[in-house]
Structures are given as C-alpha cells and as structure tokens.
C-alpha cells in the first residue's frame, strides 16, 4: 500500500493506532498501587497485594520483582514506583541517598540464609565443608544482589571456623559456575538440577520446592540474617504507600511473613 | 486497476501523517542511542578496555560469536539448499522450525536450551555418558548463539540459492554435471553474496546474543559473561562503563551494517531486478 496513490481517509489502521495511543489514559481513572520488592519477597508480597485489593477497592495493586540492585537502579533511572521493598539495607541507603525515597524506611523482615540442594544431590552434598569439594557446580546470587552478597559474607565467617579450613570461601568460590542475577534464579538453577548447590534465603523454598530441594541449615554465627527494609517512593502516591507499608507492618501482615517462613524484624528476646 | 482518488482534500493530510509517522520511528530508534553516546564521558571507550573485566568479556563475545557464525554457516548450509531446491512432504514445518528461534523469546529458547540439553535434560544423560556438560561451560554460550543465530543465515542463504538464474543450472544440467557439483560450481558461487551476508546476520545475532545465553549457560567471568551480559551486570554497578560498553557494541553493530550496504548486501534490501526474464512457459 502507497500513500497518496489512494484515499488518504484514515482507515480502521489509524482508529486502531488512535485507540492503543489514548488506552493508557483511559485506564489511568483507576488507582494504580505499583509496589517494587525483593524477589525473595514473591509469593508473602503476592498476598499482601490481593489482601491490600480487598480492603481498597477500585485500586489495582502492581507488584514488581527482581533483585534489590535491578529495583533500586531502576528508579534511579527514572522508574516509577510508590513502594520500594530490599532485601538489605544497602540498596535502601542507595535509594535513600539519591532522594529517591519520600520517608524513612523501616525494616519489616529478616530471614536466613540455607544452602538448597537437589533431592537427587547429583554433588553428594552432605555437610557445608562438602562445598569446597573441587569439581562441584555451585551457583550463587551475584556479589551485587543482596543474597550473593550475605552468601559470601557467610562463607567469609566458616573460615577457619572448627572443622574447616581458613580459606574456606575462596575454595567454595572456585566452585562457582554462575553468578544469577537474583536469589529466585539461584534456585531455579539448583531446583532444574543443573548446579549441585546454592546459596538462598530459607523463605526461597516455597512448599512446591520442598519435594525438589534439600536443605542444609547454616549456624547462627556464620548466619548473616537479612533483613528487609520498606520505604515509600518519592514522587509516589504517599496516602497509597503508606497504607501498604501499614499493612505489611500491622500484626495482620506480621502473622503472614511469619507462615511464609520470614523471622520478625527484631529478634525477641 | 488503480482506483481514483475520491477525497483529495485528505493527499496532504496523508503526506502529513506519513512523514510525521517517520520521524517519530526515527527519533524512536534515534535518541536511545544518542542518549547513549552523550552519556559516555570522552576517553572512556579506551579506559573500559583496558579493564581486564571488559576485556576478558570481549575476547569471549568475539570468540563464541565468530564460532557459533562458523558453526550456523556448517549445519545451515545443507538446510538453506534442501530448502532452496527441494518441496517434500513436511517442508512447511520444518521452514516454520527453522523460523521459530527468530520469534520465540531468547530466555525462553534458554529455557528450552536447559530442557534438552541440561544436565536433567533429555540428552543431559547421553551427554552425561561422554562426559560432556554444556550448562555454566563457553560452549553452551556458542550453543545458545547457534540456536538463536543459524535462522538468519538459513533464511539468506535459502534466499540466495532459490534466486539462482535457473538457466545457469540448466546449463549445468546439459554437461551432465551432477547435484553436489552443480551446488560447489555454480549455485554456490551466485549465491555467495547472500551467503555472506546471511553469516554477518548470524554473528551480529550471536554477538548480541543475551537471554539464552543467561538462562542456558549462566553468567561467570571469563566463562560465559560475554559482553551483554557484563552491560546487564555493570548497569547496577557502574553506569558510565555499561553505557560504554553498549555504545561499543552499537558501534560494531552499525560498523556491520554499513559494510553490508557498501557490498550491497542489505538485510532486507528489495531484491534487485533480475538481469534478464525468465523464461515463461506458453
């Protein structure tokens, strides 16, 4: 088809170009909540979504995943969110250094970290010294995303700890095959067999998980605790935000990252 | 039939429209790389590559890329001519199988990748046996790059061995010369412009290779982070040195492009006119 050999009457194309140009405002009359969280918070911030729906209606809740990095980045880039949700305390300070954030943060969350490996444990992964056995596949959150980052602080601790040697990490480290961009890919890597073991949080292994992975529990002092921050956004719909970051903090909200396996933001005594 | 035009008050609105149209596809495709390049702070390009990172993920792109061009240009070749030069029962489907990595989603083909070819995967345990692994290795990055790769040259090089003269095969055909020598002799010398350009398609397509690549083979320095992986992972720690890095890789990308042109050999360039007609039954 040439233009200007024909009638140039706008055709059912133009109508239909005219209609996806004008779609975004139309829709915009309905409250948007966008809320950018953790991808270890997937499934707790599921609900909360769906609970957050329920006691505001006509507001539509968008929740964003991906590693703590890729979110913080990303509204330094101009992303647009009204709640931001780390998994640790660095992204948040990034956040809140760059005037992104529109209040103080409050941390909601901890967590564990476990070692995850496959039922059929093709590494023969028994003990966390079996780590740094050579030759073994082990994957890990990049050192920027929050999990790879308390992964090696973790392996950093086992050093010279009893019963392992005091280059602990740097043997695990050699071990690496990859380097995921979040903790949820960490997982999925162990969970399709491909990698002996990984490094998540316990929350990471959902119910689903649980007939694929084994678990390898990491002691307490070599068990650096994530913890998970919240903020509302600058620029963001303040009133919205803050009763999201309610919800997430009210017993209510408690009670559910509990069942999902996340521990309480300060230790009780 | 050309129909008249009925409502000529609308010609310059059209004109309107369309050169409007263009310029917004343009300033669409033109400003991220303008933003790119204002973003780069001069002298970068060369401090990025002195950085043993960039280099390490540099040697690796162009080595899987040049590679996986070689390896698309190997198993592609036989396929480009079986479907150049042959109809039988299944060809539409296998034309459509040999488009499908074109159109399906790159982490999705990784996805796919790991299935077949994983350790888990269906061939895992074969592959297992001979003591192969591809997942987290360099040569499941060339695997992913083939997989994503070998449609561009199939479909040039398919292109360019269907648009021979057949008056040349014909010629062929009287001194008795036989398929295969025919092929060597005379198909594949005419075609070779496509055949070229069909192979810068597939290295450009593999250099720029990322979804597979990430969901497949993983990404680890020196071992599978190539280039767009190093520009994902430097976007959350250095904005300035994936912003350079990306504008090298636009830079090559253009480079090729323009070298294609100057040889004639667009992408999609309208086929040129044929020399002479061919001949017409009746």
């Known amino acids: ?269 | 039939m050309i129909a008249v035009p009925q409502a000529r008050w609308s010609e310059p609105l059209g004109q309107a429209l369309m050169l409007a149209l263009a310029a917004l596809v343009a300033a669409l495709v033109a400003l991220p790389v303008v933003a790119l390049v204002l973003r780069v702070p001069p002298g970068a390009l060369l401090a990025q590559l002195g950085t043993q990172g960039v280099q390490e993920a540099l040697w690796l792109s162009l080595t899987t890329s040049v590679a996986a061009a070689l390896v698309s240009l190997v198993i592609g070749l036989p396929m480009a001519h079986l479907l150049a030069t042959r109809s039988f029962p299944g060809k539409r489907v296998l034309e459509i199988l040999m488009d499908l990595p074109m159109v399906i989603p790159p982490t999705v083909a990784g996805f796919a990748l790991l299935m077949a070819f994983g350790r888990a995967g269906l061939l895992g345990g074969s592959l297992t046996a001979f003591g192969i692994s591809l997942p987290f290795t360099t040569a499941g990055v060339v695997l992913a790059q083939v997989f994503m790769a070998v449609p561009f040259f199939v479909g040039a090089a398919r292109a360019g061995l269907s648009a021979v003269d057949p008056r040349y095969l014909d010629a062929a055909a009287t001194l008795r010369a036989g398929e295969m020598h025919t092929f060597w002799r005379v198909r594949l010398p005419l075609a070779l412009p496509s055949l070229v350009a069909g192979l810068a398609m597939a290295w450009a397509r593999a250099l720029g290779e990322f979804g597979a690549t990430i969901t497949f083979a993983g990404n680890l320095a020196g071992v599978t982070r190539t280039v767009p992986l190093d520009v994902y992972l430097l976007l959350h720690e250095d904005l300035e040195a994936a912003a350079t890095l990306s504008l090298l890789l636009i830079v090559m990308a253009a480079v090729l492009l323009a070298a294609m042109r100057q040889a004639g050999l667009g992408l999609f360039a309208p086929p040129r006119a044929p020399r002479f007609a061919p001949p017409r039954a009746g």
Request: glycine share 8%; net charge positive.
């Open chain 1, 1 to 269: 088809m040439r233009f200007g050999t024909r009638s140039a009457r706008p055709g059912p194309q133009a109508i239909v170009l005219a209609a996806a140009l004008l779609a975004p405002i139309a829709l915009a009359s309905q409250q948007t909540l966008t809320v950018s969280a953790a991808a270890s918070l997937t499934e707790a911030f599921d609900d909360f979504g769906r609970a957050f729906e329920r006691a505001h209606p006509g507001v539509t809740v968008r929740l964003h995943y991906s590693g703590s990095q890729v979110l913080a980045t990303q509204l330094e880039q101009g992303a647009k969110a009204d709640v931001l949700a780390t998994a640790d305390q660095r992204w948040m300070h990034y956040a809140r250094e760059r005037a992104l954030l529109a209040g103080d943060a409050v941390t909601f969350a901890r967590n564990r970290l476990v070692v995850v490996i496959p039922r059929a444990n093709p590494g023969f992964v028994e003990k966390l010294q079996d780590l740094a056995r050579p030759g073994l596949k082990l994957v890990l959150a990049g050192a920027q995303v929050p999990a790879g980052g308390y992964s090696r602080e973790s392996l950093r601790r086992l050093n010279g700890a009893p019963g392992f040697p005091a280059s602990f990490d740097r043997q695990v480290l050699a071990n690496l095959v990859s380097e995921e961009e979040n903790v949820r890919a960490v997982v999925a890597k162990v969970r399709l067999r491909e990698a002996d073991a990984g490094i998540a949080y316990a929350t990471d292994v959902g119910a689903r998980d649980r007939a694929a992975l084994t678990i390898l529990e990491i002691p307490d002092p070599y068990n650096p605790i994530a913890e998970y921050p919240i903020a509302p956004v600058a620029g963001g719909q303040r009133a919205l935000a803050a009763a999201f970051i309610g919800l997430v903090l009210s017993a209510e909200g408690q009670a559910l990252l509990a069942t999902r396996g996340f521990l309480p933001p300060v230790a009780r005594p």
